[in-house]
């Protein structure tokens, strides 16, 4: 195989949003008010474990997009006839060793990411198993790859909302909660609201992709949102998810942790956070009109700019959060 195809297979421009949602993640535990260390020194183990955290996702990532690219050889031969195994370039056989890798590379290293006051190596490898909750989150997310397009699995893209839901959960909750992971216990209501507002955005934004794709899909029996529902109907169903989880920044800067009434659910600076709430939520408005004007260019533009603008809003919040919490 060559390093070219290895590196299609893999889609590497989908790589950077799991990455930056580690670093994110992870820069809004060190801010705050859960950070353990009472010095928040940025040490260098602190630095290497959010690098090893970061490059362990974007494997797993990779990983996933070979074995989806294997699932989808019939789908693929209609809509991407181009991609490496249904030109040819690649074997499934070889599809198949690059993907047990990347798994093997995603998850196992993660047995080292352990907050602090793990700072050696023998600290972590001595950890209680209890503090590599990042690796069960790893773990977890990888089991959903194979569920989400794995037939033995379930392939739950095969059938509408559970695919979506199969994404949101680990690749915007789970991604957010171990990101925080790397840097402070993942027992902190702050952790999972964050990792809230990305999971319901991921909830129906994820399914931008499917438009274009509906041809295959049909004809390989995944019943993606469009597929069942139609388009126009399944830009209705998935508008929501661009507008309303933005609403719980400002709204967490205001209800109470649970476990300790005198600090707001989110401690980052406040001000940050509902403006940038507020003017997330109006580009998800702008977003939808996009999406709505009119959905059938949805399934005949193979990159509408409603896939555009899922992704820059992505990224948008996962920079936006980090700030937050390092003002």
Not at 193 to 205: K, N, P, R, T, Y
Not at 245 to 261: F, I, K, N
Request: one cysteine or more; glycine letters at 8%.
């Amino acid at each position: 195989m060559r390093w070219r195809d290895a590196v299609d297979l893999d889609r590497p421009f989908t790589l950077l949003p799991p990455l930056l949602g580690i670093v994110s993640g992870a820069v809004c535990a060190f801010g705050s008010a859960h950070n353990p260390d009472p010095t928040r020194t940025l040490s260098w183990s602190v630095v290497l474990t959010v690098v090893l955290g970061s490059l362990c996702a974007a494997l797993l990532n990779a990983a996933s997009n070979t074995l989806n690219q294997i699932a989808d050889l019939e789908a693929d031969r209609i809509n991407k006839p181009r991609r490496p195994i249904p030109s040819g370039r690649v074997s499934v056989r070889q599809a198949w060793w690059l993907a047990l890798v990347l798994y093997v590379l995603g998850t196992v290293p993660v047995w080292l990411v352990v907050p602090y006051p793990a700072v050696t190596l023998a600290d972590r490898l001595r950890a209680p198993l209890g503090d590599h909750a990042v690796l069960f989150l790893y773990v977890g997310a990888a089991l959903a790859t194979w569920v989400y397009s794995w037939p033995s699995f379930g392939r739950t893209k095969r059938f509408g909302i559970w695919a979506n839901v199969t994404i949101a959960i680990p690749r915007g909750m789970w991604l957010k909660v171990a990101g925080w992971g790397m840097v402070a216990s993942v027992w902190h209501a702050e952790a999972w609201w964050i990792g809230l507002v990305f999971g319901l955005f991921l909830l129906g934004a994820s399914s931008t992709k499917d438009f274009s794709d509906m041809a295959g899909d049909a004809a390989s029996g995944v019943h993606t949102l469009p597929v069942k529902y139609g388009v126009r109907k399944a830009a209705w169903m998935i508008a929501p998810s661009f507008v309303f989880p933005w609403l719980l920044m400002p709204l967490g800067t205001v209800l109470r942790d649970p476990a300790d009434p005198s600090l707001p659910i989110l401690t980052g600076n406040a001000t940050v956070l509902v403006v940038l709430g507020c003017a997330l939520t109006l580009w998800g408005v702008f977003t939808c009109c996009l999406l709505l004007r009119d959905p059938d260019a949805l399934a005949t533009t193979e990159n509408h700019p409603s896939w555009t603008h899922m992704y820059l809003m992505m990224m948008t919040a996962q920079i936006g959060f980090a700030v937050a919490y390092m003002v």
